[in-house]
């Protein structure tokens, strides 16, 4: 084992001749991607705020900015040592600007947190009513790696090693302090700081949480909107949710459908492929993969607020007697692969290791690292009275990550508790809000603590980041508009009192004139 500054490597040689190469890194085009991740994302233009895209040369790695030597990818080939050296030790990263409510020159500022996919805007949901509401400039930083923020253009394994929360919270420090410089240059001032308020949901919930925690001085507040802080390595309750959140009629006719499907999969060859092509999955090879798809389809109408378009269907075709399987195909077909747009080939394993950056899925293979790596949340069977196919258990994520990444990758969720604290965060003026149905809020902080308050919503279509999204989110209600909640009333009591929380906390800020206590 030969170790060249942080980057270690095999190889047996003697004779070590060194070349180095410049890398230059270009600007390069990007399509858009469905994304198979947590927080739904959007997609029409009039959805959005802003779609005007800004950049700032971001640092590759805040843990270690000096040592150029980590910033070289070496290989050997041809009895030769191959240095890429790279050009620079940042990169671009792409961020936007609103300012049509701020009050300048003192309004606050909201820093919208984009999560684990391509940040094409700042979203037209409850932010925008707020930032209204508060006179309030809003800003939003797209998270290193996705969209068009990639430091590199090969997501090899390798080149993935600064993508991670922590490197994240750290950009969006560096990007807040860049940002307040740049307005009191356009404000021809210096030293004065705005009051600054962070906004998340879901992983980026939890990244506006966690920056609340790590740079208090940088913010007066923190919503957290379905913030998954704990990382959890068999996430049982997101079976065991979905199995509430469907009622005992449904969840019976999703089991059911499970096992029917699992019989066709265990029988003749031809059954196989007869029952993924019904599914419109004929390329998932991997038993597992099909699997996980037909779990995280029933998934999705729970987590977005539609359920009744799964169950309705399913409950009906199980009175009648006719097939459950036909009646889950036909709702993965029309509605999750149709209506709601996500795509098989995210489930498909030989698409999560494509490593070119223009590639389909490089959302999914981008979070599947991070899963891989710090959070885990792998969505297991539970042992027992489980809706999905037990075949979905923590061998086949591990398995999973292994494929995809190599045979190093394995998911530390203990060491990111102990950075973060999980659901014991300990951390002030943070917000936490969750959606009854849920499956993500059992690895949010479910109960309040002195200063970090923590709201339920709760009806029957509350799921994911309801308080932003409103329900349900495909297509998205501008505003938040929350009257399809099933209880509309449930959503404007926690909104308020969200707003009650945003209003002291800026408040307090300006009261010692800081931009944050
Ligand atoms: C950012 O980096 C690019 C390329 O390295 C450079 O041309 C540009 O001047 C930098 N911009 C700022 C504001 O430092
Ligand atoms: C900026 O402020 C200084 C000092 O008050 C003043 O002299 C200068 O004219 C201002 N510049 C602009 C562009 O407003
Ligand atoms: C997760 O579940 C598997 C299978 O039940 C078990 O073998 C493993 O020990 C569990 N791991 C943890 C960290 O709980
Ligand atoms: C398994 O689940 C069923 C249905 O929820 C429950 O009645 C039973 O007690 C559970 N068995 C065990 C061993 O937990
Ligand atoms: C909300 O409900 C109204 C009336 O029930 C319906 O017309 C509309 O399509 C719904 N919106 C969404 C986004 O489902
Ligand atoms: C604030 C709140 O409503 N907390 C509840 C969250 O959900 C758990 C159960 O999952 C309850 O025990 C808490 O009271």
Not at 215 to 233: D, E, I, N, Q, R
Not at 320 to 345: H, M, N, P
Not at 417 to 443: C, L
Request: hydrophobic share 35%.
């Amino acid at each position: 084992m030969r170790t060249l500054g942080s980057i270690s490597m095999a190889a047996t040689t003697s004779s070590v001749v060194v070349v180095v190469l410049m890398v230059m890194f270009s600007s390069f085009s990007y399509g858009y991607v469905v994304p198979r991740t947590m927080f739904h994302r959007v997609s029409a233009s009039d959805h959005y705020l802003t779609t005007e895209e800004h950049w700032f040369n971001q640092t590759l790695d805040h843990f270690s900015p000096y040592v150029l030597l980590s910033f070289c990818n070496y290989y050997f080939t041809d009895e030769l040592w191959i240095i890429h050296v790279l050009d620079h030790t940042t990169f671009q990263q792409r961020y936007y600007e609103f300012l049509d409510y701020f009050q300048a020159p003192d309004g606050p500022i909201f820093l919208n947190i984009c999560g684990e996919s391509s940040c094409t805007g700042i979203t037209n949901d409850y932010l925008g009513v707020l930032a209204k509401k508060f006179g309030a400039a809003v800003v939003a930083l797209e998270h290193r790696y996705y969209g068009k923020s990639s430091p590199f253009k090969s997501l090899k394994t390798e080149n993935l090693r600064f993508l991670s929360s922590k490197q994240a919270l750290f950009d969006l420090a560096i990007f807040r302090q860049r940002y307040q410089e740049s307005l009191n240059l356009k404000l021809n001032r210096t030293d004065v700081e705005n009051s600054w308020f962070v906004f998340g949901g879901s992983y980026s919930g939890a990244l506006s949480a966690w920056f609340r925690l790590k740079f208090p001085h940088l913010t007066c507040g923190s919503l957290a909107s379905s913030a998954v802080v704990l990382a959890v390595y068999n996430y049982t309750e997101f079976d065991q949710q979905i199995g509430e959140s469907a009622g005992p009629e449904c969840k019976a006719a999703l089991q059911e459908t499970t096992q029917l499907v699992e019989k066709r999969l265990e029988s003749t060859d031809s059954d196989r492929k007869a029952i993924k092509s019904l599914f419109g999955a004929s390329e998932l090879d991997i038993d597992g993969d099909f699997m996980y798809l037909l779990a995280d389809a029933a998934v999705i109408a729970f987590q977005y607020g539609n359920p009744d378009v799964l169950c309705s269907p399913l409950v009906q075709a199980k009175k009648a007697g006719e097939d459950l399987v036909d009646a889950y195909a036909k709702y993965v077909r029309d509605y999750y692969l149709g209506i709601f747009g996500s795509s098989v080939a995210t489930y498909n394993q030989e698409h999560l290791k494509i490593t070119n950056l223009n590639a389909e899925n490089s959302g999914d293979r981008l979070w599947w690292f991070q899963v891989c790596t710090e959070v885990a949340y792998f969505q297991v069977a539970p042992s027992n009275d489980s809706i999905r196919s037990s075949k979905v258990d923590a061998r086949y994520h591990l398995d999973l990550c292994k494929y995809v990444f190599g045979k190093d990758i394995y998911p530390d969720v203990d060491i990111t508790n102990i950075y973060y604290g999980g659901t014991k965060i300990a951390g002030s003026k943070i917000v936490f809000t969750n959606g009854s149905q849920d499956p993500w809020r059992h690895a949010s902080k479910q109960f309040s603590s002195p200063d970090m308050p923590s709201y339920i919503i709760s009806c029957h279509n509350c799921g994911h980041c309801t308080d932003l999204r409103g329900c349900p989110q495909t297509p998205l209600s501008l505003e938040g508009n929350a009257q399809n909640c099933s209880s509309p009333e449930a959503v404007h009591k926690v909104r308020q009192q969200v707003i009650d929380h945003i209003d002291l906390w800026l408040s307090e800020c300006r009261a010692t004139g800081r931009s944050y206590m």
